[in-house]
């Protein structure tokens, strides 16, 4: 059965978890009013099934009745693309003004929910069909169209000319880490093989109260060359900007899986000291970093026109990315 039956909103919580100065451990119920969460990071697995064998000649998780939110995970050998067991397809984050996702899988993509009100709403994603979330609702949609790239601040490795995305890894473990001030998602992979090599990888993707940007921290267990991040190429001219530390790159458009596609930018920031080349990859806008085995640091964002209250032009989206490049040429810092 590959849908999950439709679970209760009313029955989900979202939990602001306490960091080391905070008092109380808020727990609020999806359908009141949300005052004490900012962010929200979220990782839920289907309940109830069992694995067995799919058409598509690998596990799939049958007969699901309901999805449980999990602080951690270690994932399952079987688990793959479209396994019906994780909801979504990997874990969220969000603040109030827009929503992401990262495919824990091969795949190991990040898309864009975009959203139309100012709430936070990823408790209710996918629990009305495994994926409703690409059509239009209330609460907005998914808007990217990932493909084969890495989506939108993704992580590989670039051989041959070819992004080499998680195929062969020994294991995924996946933490969720709710505090006052920002919600993370860490991911620890073990043994991810990629041409002739094979590390071990740690990366952080935190979002903020404000503002759309994600910020993303990986660190290999090696120095190894290739290792990138990019923006998904939807025939959509690339802009880019230096400063004498930083520097971004960024496509504005028509590039949504919005009917009729509507404007959307993505932007990626990145040290210049860290980064070894900029370039167009086959499916990707690549950012490619230097080897080392020290935490690469870069952020990045999309914005979408029909966000309450948002950015809707080319121009004011350029402005904005540029506030951000100022700010980080001064502080290293978006926030």
Wanted: glycine share 8%.
């Amino acid at each position: 059965m590959r849908k999950i039956a439709v679970l209760s909103v009313a029955l989900l919580c979202l939990f602001s978890c306490k960091d080391k100065q905070s008092k109380t451990n808020t727990n609020t119920t999806v359908g009141e009013e949300i005052t004490e969460v900012k962010t929200y990071a979220e990782l839920s697995i289907a309940q109830g099934g069992e694995w067995k064998d799919g058409p598509r000649g690998h596990k799939e998780y049958s007969n699901g009745t309901s999805f449980k939110n999990v602080n951690s995970l270690q994932v399952p050998q079987e688990h793959t693309d479209h396994t019906w067991f994780l909801r979504y397809e990997g874990p969220g984050w969000e603040n109030s003004q827009i929503g992401y996702r990262l495919y824990l899988d091969w795949r190991n993509a990040i898309d864009i929910y975009g959203k139309k009100v100012d709430s936070l709403v990823l408790p209710y994603v996918g629990q009305d069909g495994f994926d409703s979330y690409h059509e239009p609702a209330d609460w907005g949609q998914d808007i990217l169209k990932a493909g084969k790239s890495m989506g939108i601040g993704g992580y590989g490795r670039i051989v041959a000319d070819t992004v080499v995305h998680f195929q062969s890894v020994k294991s995924t473990f996946a933490k969720m880490e709710n505090l006052n001030a920002s919600s993370s998602v860490n991911i620890e992979y073990k043994g991810w093989e990629s041409g002739d090599e094979s590390i071990d990888l740690t990366t952080k993707l935190t979002i903020y109260p404000e503002d759309r940007f994600t910020k993303a921290e990986l660190t290999p267990s090696k120095a190894i060359p290739g290792i990138c991040t990019g923006i998904v190429k939807h025939g959509i001219k690339l802009q880019k900007k230096e400063g004498s530390k930083w520097a971004y790159i960024s496509t504005y458009g028509k590039q949504t899986l919005a009917s009729p596609p509507d404007n959307l930018g993505m932007a990626l920031f990145y040290k210049l000291d860290e980064v070894a080349e900029q370039k167009e990859g086959i499916d990707d806008y690549l950012v490619v970093f230097k080897p080392a085995n020290k935490t690469l640091t870069y952020y990045f964002l999309g914005a979408w026109e029909q966000e309450k209250n948002g950015i809707k032009t080319e121009e004011a989206f350029i402005g904005d990315l540029n506030k951000k490049l100022e700010s980080l040429e001064k502080t290293n810092s978006i926030n």
